[in-house]
């Protein structure tokens, strides 16, 4: 999945405000394949390291040893470490946090208004997770849309029937 909405926010914090480490914790993993894909175009000079593939004392001796100066987007999936047990405490005190939440870049992508929707379409998140059908939807959706209209429509669009 690559979304503009996080391509945008990733080159406010390194390329607008300089950050060298950006640490993005996604507690649900809901962008691993995101990050899987790398980073391009401006971010291109960036660095995706995964804490679980790498191990934290591993990212600490490149983050701080053998790679001082270089951009490292560092991504995290499950339960946040506690401080004690965090190799990287230290370095997530000095460096940036990102945050995305893929509920709402849905609900940017769908153009609906109503924050109140947000738990509708989580709870909706297998049809979501498809690209192609958030395109369709898209097409159907009317701003003020209220939860059992969209549902009618993510129906039509599984059916193929006309709204």
């Not at 804490?51 to 339960?79: N, Q």
């Not at 609906?112 to 947000?118: E, G, I």
């Not at 395109?135 to 849309?145: E, H, I, T």
């Amino acid at each position: 999945m690559k979304a503009e909405q996080v391509d945008q926010a990733l080159l406010q914090k390194f390329v607008t405000e300089s950050e060298r480490l950006v640490f993005w914790h996604d507690g649900a993993g809901e962008f691993a394949d995101y990050v899987k894909g790398g980073l391009a175009g401006d971010l291109a000079g960036v660095q995706v390291v995964n804490v679980a593939e790498r191990g934290g004392l591993s990212t600490k001796l490149l983050l701080e040893r053998d790679d001082p100066t270089g951009r490292y987007l560092i991504y995290s999936m499950g339960e946040r470490p506690p401080a004690k047990d965090d190799w990287l405490y230290d370095i997530r005190l000095y460096s940036a946090q990102f945050h995305a939440v893929i509920v709402s870049i849905w609900l940017q992508e769908l153009g609906l208004a109503q924050l109140s929707l947000r738990d509708h379409l989580q709870a909706r998140s297998v049809f979501l997770n498809s690209q192609d059908r958030r395109k369709k939807l898209a097409r159907l959706v009317n701003p003020k849309d209220d939860p059992a209209t969209l549902d009618l429509k993510m129906m039509a669009v599984l059916t193929g029937a006309p709204v």
